[in-house]
């Protein structure tokens, strides 16, 4: 594997489908009483949330998770050289203390193990996240995380060509 040089990638942090726009100034609360949570796991004290009123983020917000993930990407040279582009949907839950666990790859790119690796290990990498709460209380979240890998070969440089300089016409 090499690192990223001229591969351009793009990230996006999805929720469910949902896009989330988060910024480490700005923190989104909703009343208790104004939503119903959505819960995939019923046990009360592993109890697992799709959606809470405040969900998980990032130490320092959407901003640092790009600079994190484009600084510690690399691109699988099999699959760079190859031109195999796609999108990995990492999967992982934010545990109540910020952990991420159970990173799992849900939808891979086709021919592109290498990718569906990179994904897992670029999520596997992170440091602890703001849990997400409901009620004022941190929970278990389910996150998905896309990760765009598009293969874009540099463009050459222009050839500068000079032009020949005339021959002195001066005879001596």
Same mark, same amino acid.
């Given at each position: 594997? +090499? !690192?990223?040089?001229?591969?351009?990638?793009?990230?996006?942090?999805?929720?469910?489908?949902?896009?989330? *726009?988060?910024?480490?100034?700005? /923190?989104?609360?909703?009343?208790?009483?104004?939503?119903?949570?959505? +819960?995939?796991?019923?046990?009360?004290?592993?109890?697992?949330?799709?959606?809470?009123?405040?969900?998980?983020?990032?130490?320092?917000?959407?901003?640092?998770?790009?600079?994190?993930?484009?600084?510690?990407?690399?691109?699988?040279?099999?699959?760079?050289?190859?031109?195999?582009?796609? +999108? &990995?949907?990492?999967?992982? &839950?934010?545990?109540?203390?910020?952990?991420?666990?159970?990173?799992?790859?849900?939808?891979? @790119?086709?021919?592109?193990?290498?990718?569906?690796?990179?994904? &897992?290990?670029? @999520?596997?990498?992170?440091?602890?996240?703001?849990?997400? /709460? *409901?009620?004022?209380?941190?929970?278990?979240?389910?996150?998905?995380?896309?990760?765009?890998?598009?293969? *874009? !070969?540099?463009?050459?440089? *222009?050839? /500068?060509?000079?032009?020949? !300089?005339?021959?002195? /016409?001066?005879?001596?």
């Amino acid at each position: 594997m +090499t !690192k990223k040089g001229a591969v351009s990638i793009m990230f996006y942090l999805v929720i469910n489908s949902i896009f989330a *726009q988060t910024d480490a100034n700005k /923190t989104s609360q909703v009343s208790p009483s104004s939503t119903t949570s959505t +819960t995939i796991k019923s046990d009360k004290e592993n109890q697992l949330y799709l959606f809470t009123q405040v969900m998980p983020s990032f130490p320092g917000g959407e901003e640092k998770l790009k600079a994190f993930l484009q600084k510690n990407f690399i691109y699988p040279e099999y699959e760079r050289e190859h031109g195999i582009t796609g +999108t &990995v949907n990492v999967s992982f &839950v934010v545990e109540k203390d910020g952990r991420l666990t159970d990173v799992k790859v849900v939808k891979g @790119v086709p021919k592109g193990s290498g990718c569906d690796e990179e994904g &897992v290990r670029l @999520v596997k990498l992170m440091p602890k996240w703001n849990p997400g /709460t *409901q009620g004022g209380e941190n929970v278990r979240v389910q996150m998905s995380l896309p990760i765009i890998f598009s293969s *874009q !070969k540099p463009s050459k440089p *222009q050839e /500068t060509v000079s032009k020949p !300089k005339p021959k002195s /016409t001066i005879k001596k």
